[in-house]
């Protein structure tokens, strides 16, 4: 833990040290997330509600959802651009290190312009979290820094897969992006919108729905069973078969020789 | 011209070449589709009434829209450009008998066909397999195919000409990648990449469709399926050519005056 955090202000300092740049990616980070916004503003001020879901409802997902994962980008991001680590050698010298590889991984790259989505992420929050209408009791506090907490796991955990499948293609998968930029994207919305199949394989296949749909029916009194609100740690198993696939993939490993 | 031909051909057989990548892209693109689909679909069930083009219109929208992709996302651009300019490696080209400004417009076209050549038709054909009213639906008769067509090679220059202004654009800026992201996703929502042009407010809609980005894949997309038609269709198609000419125009005299001014650092 104190190497990650040595890694950590590494690489603070050193994105610091082009500030104006630095300051116009975050803006541009910002305004990139913020046309998505607009998509669900004009959408919903067209329809009112969607599967009964109201706009400040929806933009509560909308929120936990980024905020999530921008965070797991955030910190993730070395297994995100993985594929290039492998086509360079640079995994080569990560192997020869006598830390875990995937420790290596993760504190290779720091993507602090990602700040950008999560400022505005938190000024949704600010007008959602009362506008709602959620008496804001301990137990729903809970439940949505539970949310936040697991999203980031799972996203973290597709970006481990998406990483690993590095390993048997060298190149990055574009599949893999209706899972993660996907899962951004269409997590917009609380997932029972897309109907009962796509609900039902975003929670036992690609476990989105624990942390996004079920703790939000709880959340916003949909639902009174509690096992919802604990639904999110539950996403944390979802690390175990992401971990798995890692191993199996570095035991595939074969330099690229370059 | 001829020597434009041939880097034309270059670059398409070249894109060509990639094949499992396409693959992987069309399962993406078509899982994308599904989805989208699906979310206007709950949408269309909250209040059918509120719906401002027919469902199927929709459908053929969005399976368009993911076919033809590498022809109309603005942020497609090419990396060689951005390197040449910000390594100085430009002075290479600039020492060549060729316009830069033709030699980069015909190169992005090719990039772009070559990426939609090899993506289109499985998409389209499973999309033309789904049961109604998802898949897609035939245009209503064979003009309003051909004039699909042409608004979309329209629409495909439109798109190439803007990037060409970022391209430009580039040799102004040291680190331009900030404001690049930001103009291109706003360009993204403005152009009806992210929700259809009619699902606007009709006040927001009407300013929207003055500007360029409503010639790229709003014009054509809403053509096939009959969205836009009639007197409509003409004055849509005549602002489409007018604002490819003056984005052509701005673009050649913008570069001349750039480079004029480029000072290339050696090394």
């Not at chain 1, 990483?163 to 899962?183: K, Q, R, S, V």
């Not at chain 1, 703790?215 to 096992?227: A, E, H, M, V």
């Not at chain 2, 590498?70 to 942020?75: D, E, I, K, P």
């Not at chain 2, 060729?98 to 090899?118: E, H």
Request: hydrophobic share 55%; net charge positive; glycine share 6%.
């Amino acid at each position: 833990m104190r190497l990650y955090l040595k890694y950590l202000s590494i690489h603070i300092k050193s994105q610091m040290q082009y500030k104006v740049s630095f300051y116009l990616t975050v803006i541009g980070q910002f305004l990139t997330s913020f046309s998505a916004f607009l998509g669900i503003y004009f959408m919903m001020t067209r329809f009112n509600k969607v599967d009964n879901f109201s706009f400040s409802e929806v933009l509560l997902c909308f929120a936990a959802v980024l905020i999530a994962f921008s965070l797991a980008e955030c910190f993730g991001r070395g297994f995100d651009a993985f594929s290039g680590m492998i086509g360079n050698g640079e995994f080569d010298r990560i192997m020869v290190r006598p830390r875990n590889e995937m420790f290596q991984v993760l504190a290779s790259k720091l993507e602090l312009s990602r700040i950008g989505r999560l400022v505005q992420a938190i000024i949704v929050f600010a007008y959602a979290i009362p506008a709602s209408g959620v008496v804001w009791s301990a137990d729903k506090i809970i439940t949505l820094i539970l949310m936040i907490i697991s999203g980031v796991i799972v996203f973290s955990g597709l970006f481990v897969i998406y990483a690993a499948l590095c390993f048997f293609t060298t190149e990055g998968l574009e599949f893999m992006n209706i899972f993660t930029d996907g899962g951004r994207e269409f997590g917009r919305y609380p997932l029972s919108i897309y109907g009962e199949g796509i609900l039902k394989f975003f929670t036992f296949v690609i476990p989105l729905a624990l942390f996004q749909y079920y703790p939000f029916l709880y959340l916003i009194g949909r639902s009174d069973n509690t096992l919802y609100m604990l639904l999110p740690l539950i996403g944390f198993i979802f690390l175990i078969p992401c971990y798995a696939i890692w191993k199996i993939g570095v035991r595939h490993y074969k330099s690229t020789g370059s | 011209m001829k020597k434009y031909l041939s880097f034309f051909r270059i670059r398409l057989i070249n894109g060509l070449q990639y094949r499992t990548a396409a693959y992987a892209g069309i399962a993406t693109q078509f899982a994308w589709g599904f989805m989208e689909i699906l979310m206007f679909n709950a949408f269309y069930n909250a209040d059918a009434a509120a719906f401002p083009m027919e469902f199927s219109q929709l459908t053929s929208y969005i399976w368009l829209q993911q076919a033809f992709l590498a022809l109309f996302m603005t942020w497609f651009l090419d990396d060689e450009i951005f390197s040449a300019i910000s390594s100085g490696n430009i002075a290479y080209e600039l020492s060549r008998p060729i316009d830069l400004y033709t030699m980069w417009f015909t190169k992005n076209l090719a990039i772009r066909l070559s990426k939609a050549a090899l993506r289109c038709m499985p998409i389209l054909i499973v999309a033309a397999f789904l049961p109604r009213p998802y898949g897609i639906v035939l245009p209503a008769n064979f003009l309003v195919f051909s004039v699909f067509l042409i608004t979309m090679l329209l629409a495909l220059f439109t798109v190439v000409a803007f990037c060409m202004l970022i391209y430009i654009a580039t040799f102004y800026m040291l680190s331009p990648l900030g404001i690049r992201t930001a103009a291109l996703s706003l360009t993204e929502f403005l152009s009806g990449a992210i929700i259809p042009l009619p699902f606007l407010p009709d006040n927001v809609r009407k300013i929207v469709e003055f500007t360029p980005f409503a010639s790229m894949q709003n014009l054509p997309l809403r053509i096939y399926s009959g969205n836009i038609a009639g007197s409509e269709m003409l004055w849509s198609i005549s602002l489409q050519v007018f604002w490819l000419t003056m984005l052509v125009l701005i673009g050649k005299l913008w570069i001349k005056k750039a480079l004029k001014k480029v000072v290339v650092q050696g090394g």
